[in-house]
């Protein structure tokens, strides 16, 4: 059975750090990408970054480039998101999901797995 769980969130000042975890079960990273999402009350869920299993290309939305890192370790089977400079708008839940193939996507569509989210509140 797959699972996908994540963890780290927390409530942060303004311009603090957070480092949230992506677990994989069930399944192995060789053959999926593995995206974060998140969605903030009131707005739809975004994507945030995105990390591709196939050569190791990373993506990430505009509003946290410089400011997020993705990065995977494979012997762990997860995912990390680096959150560094946070700022209020980045409070929402956060998701990670797990793509069969490898290439990343933002369209929540062609995701075929998802976690159960996890908050992140940034605020003083």
């Known amino acids: 059975e797959v699972h996908l769980v994540e963890s780290g969130g927390g409530l942060v000042q303004p311009g603090g750090s957070l480092r949230l975890s992506c677990a994989a079960s069930g399944f192995t990273f060789d053959d999926y990408a593995i995206a974060w999402f998140r969605q903030a009350p009131g707005k739809e869920r975004e994507g945030v970054s995105c990390l591709s299993s196939s050569d190791g290309s990373k993506y990430y939305a505009d509003s946290v480039k410089g400011r997020f890192t993705v990065s995977s370790d494979n012997a762990k089977n997860t995912v990390y998101l680096q959150m560094n400079s946070l700022k209020p708008e980045d409070t929402a839940v956060y998701y990670c999901?797990?793509?069969?193939?490898?290439?990343?996507?933002?369209?929540?569509?062609?995701?075929?797995?998802w976690g159960q989210g996890t908050q992140v509140t940034v605020s003083s």
């Open positions: 999901a797990a793509r069969r193939g490898s290439i990343c996507s933002w369209y929540q569509r062609v995701q075929n797995y």
